[in-house]
């Protein structure tokens, strides 16, 4: 019943900034918690942040906490994964879901979550 799409990924220089955006249809935005994940080539796929329902709580991957800032604006049923001072290992396909519980508690495991986009690739060079 939800459908996310991933927009906003390409190639960036290392040290350059880019900023991720997950549409949301198919439910209210507001009751879902808010997660990104990302999967290189060779690698599991990976936590990176996740966001609450409520916007209050947010939780980062410590590669990307202090880089990466995770957000939403219900009333665009978007949220956002804004990353900056990227770096070569950054590169991944970026994927967001969706948690549809409202419990207002985060999560870093993918198996939490019930929906997720088709995921946008980022390219960092070096």
């Known amino acids: 019943q939800v459908l996310l799409v991933e927009s906003g990924g390409g190639l960036v220089q290392a040290g350059g900034s880019l900023r991720l955006s997950c549409a949301a249809s198919g439910r209210t935005f507001s009751s879902l918690g808010m997660g990104w994940f990302r999967q290189a080539p060779g690698k599991d796929r990976e936590f990176v942040a996740a966001?609450?329902?409520?916007?209050?709580?947010?939780y980062y991957a410590d590669s990307v906490k202090g880089r990466f800032t995770i957000s939403r604006d219900n009333g665009k049923n978007t949220a956002y994964l804004q990353m900056k001072s990227l770096k070569p290992e950054d590169t991944a396909v970026y994927y967001c879901?969706?948690?549809?519980?409202?419990?207002?508690?985060?999560?870093?495991?993918?198996?939490?979550?019930?929906?997720w986009g088709q995921g946008t690739q980022v390219t960092v060079a070096s």
């Open positions: 966001i609450t329902w409520s916007g209050v709580n947010t």
């Open positions: 879901a969706a948690d549809s519980r409202r419990t207002g508690w985060v999560f870093s495991v993918w198996a939490e979550y019930d929906y």
